[in-house]
């Protein structure tokens, strides 16, 4: 009897079990299949967070051991000075049982490596700051884009016709404006015409003359080229998908321009540039000049070496005949 009773009571319990697992599995639904995706990208936003501290702990780390390396040294330093004076050097001090320049060796091969380091973070954060905002520039020009088409869908054909006129025009000022932001000519940014010359400065004895700059273009020029050209280049009125992006960079050019000592600093470099590329294009007819110069003596010499004698006289015949 207790064979017979416990039989069913099992066979109920497991059944009474599957049926808890399938009305589990039933009331899974796709909000749990979110639940579970976001569960997932909040774990890899947690573990690049652990990752970010982990590096910072190694930087902090690694200061430390520098900071303390050269305190190290410093005291290694002032041991060494104190005991130039005569006396034996104290058992166990700084630099007793350590080559000389093994610990400056140490010291500078640690520095150099944390300055890499922060080249490389910060060159990666710039690369990602520079990725981010494309990324954002490329949907404000998606969005404008889709707005424009939407007000086509509205007008008639002769208006369509006027509307994409005015934006081929609007294209050609915006693209012109981020071709020299990108290059970084603030001038031509504003289409300005650079050609203002320094001359000097000049120093006779003890007294300087100049610097004299010449053909310099004023501050209130610039103030109002910017004023009419930001009128054209304005969000509300370019039609253009990335007209908001070269407002910007027209902004950004206008307020160096306009600032004294961001100006004189943007001139340094132009002309800095300028002279580098003067030079190298001096260097290169140099260059160039004096490789012919050398194969014109060597295939003179060879045709001499040849012809003998009789190379001279046909030389200066060769060279009478030609025109």
Same mark, same amino acid.
């Given at each position: 009897?207790?064979?017979?009773?416990?039989?069913?009571?099992?066979?109920?319990?497991?059944?009474?079990?599957?049926?808890?697992?399938?009305?589990?599995?039933?009331?899974?639904?796709?909000?749990?299949?979110?639940?579970?995706?976001?569960?997932?990208?909040?774990?890899?936003?947690?573990?690049?967070?652990? #990752? /970010?501290?982990?590096?910072?702990?190694?930087?902090?780390?690694?200061?430390?051991?520098?900071?303390?390396?050269?305190?190290?040294?410093?005291?290694?330093?002032?041991?060494?000075?104190? /005991?130039?004076?005569?006396? &034996?050097?104290?058992?166990?001090?700084?630099?007793?049982?350590?080559? &000389?320049?093994?610990?400056?060796?140490?010291?500078?091969?640690?520095?150099?490596?944390?300055?890499?380091?922060?080249?490389?973070?910060?060159?990666?954060?710039?690369?990602?700051?520079?990725?981010?905002?494309?990324?954002?520039?490329?949907?404000?020009?998606? @969005?404008?884009?889709?707005?424009?088409?939407?007000?086509?869908?509205?007008?008639?054909?002769?208006?369509?016709? @006027?509307?994409?006129?005015?934006?081929?025009?609007?294209?050609?000022?915006?693209?012109?404006?981020?071709?020299?932001?990108?290059?970084?000519?603030?001038?031509a940014v504003l289409g300005i015409r650079n050609f203002e010359v320094q001359i000097g400065p000049y120093y006779v004895f003890n007294f300087s003359i100049g610097p004299l700059v010449l053909f310099r273009v004023k501050t209130k020029a610039i103030k109002?080229?910017? #004023?009419?050209?930001?009128?054209?280049?304005?969000?509300? &009125?370019?039609?253009?998908?990335?007209?908001?992006?070269?407002?910007?960079?027209?902004?950004?050019?206008?307020?160096?321009?306009?600032?004294?000592?961001?100006?004189?600093?943007?001139? @340094?470099?132009?002309?800095?540039?300028?002279?580098?590329?003067?030079?190298?294009?001096?260097?290169?007819?140099?260059?160039?000049?004096?490789?012919?110069?050398?194969?014109?003596?060597?295939?003179?010499?060879?045709?001499? &070496?040849?012809?003998?004698?009789?190379?001279?006289?046909?030389?200066?015949?060769?060279?009478?005949?030609?025109?």
């Amino acid at each position: 009897m207790e064979c017979i009773i416990t039989r069913p009571s099992l066979q109920y319990n497991a059944h009474h079990t599957d049926q808890q697992n399938n009305d589990h599995d039933a009331a899974t639904t796709p909000e749990d299949d979110d639940d579970s995706m976001d569960d997932d990208f909040l774990a890899e936003i947690l573990a690049e967070e652990a #990752r /970010n501290e982990e590096e910072a702990t190694m930087m902090e780390a690694e200061a430390r051991e520098y900071e303390a390396m050269k305190a190290r040294q410093y005291s290694g330093d002032a041991g060494n000075t104190n /005991n130039m004076g005569g006396g &034996k050097p104290k058992m166990g001090g700084a630099g007793s049982g350590m080559p &000389k320049g093994a610990g400056s060796g140490s010291f500078n091969k640690l520095e150099e490596e944390l300055k890499k380091k922060e080249a490389e973070k910060a060159s990666l954060q710039a690369a990602k700051e520079e990725e981010e905002q494309e990324q954002e520039a490329e949907r404000i020009r998606l @969005k404008r884009e889709a707005a424009f088409e939407a007000d086509l869908k509205k007008m008639n054909e002769e208006q369509k016709k @006027k509307a994409q006129q005015q934006k081929k025009k609007d294209a050609k000022i915006v693209n012109r404006i981020l071709k020299a932001s990108k290059s970084g000519k603030h001038y031509a940014v504003l289409g300005i015409r650079n050609f203002e010359v320094q001359i000097g400065p000049y120093y006779v004895f003890n007294f300087s003359i100049g610097p004299l700059v010449l053909f310099r273009v004023k501050t209130k020029a610039i103030k109002r080229v910017y #004023r009419n050209l930001a009128r054209t280049v304005h969000p509300d &009125k370019n039609k253009d998908g990335r007209a908001e992006e070269a407002f910007h960079a027209l902004e950004q050019s206008a307020a160096i321009l306009t600032d004294e000592k961001q100006r004189q600093d943007y001139d @340094k470099k132009i002309v800095s540039a300028r002279r580098r590329r003067n030079k190298y294009a001096v260097d290169s007819v140099m260059r160039v000049s004096h490789t012919c110069w050398s194969q014109t003596a060597s295939t003179l010499k060879m045709t001499k &070496k040849v012809l003998g004698p009789f190379s001279t006289p046909i030389l200066v015949v060769g060279a009478l005949i030609m025109p």
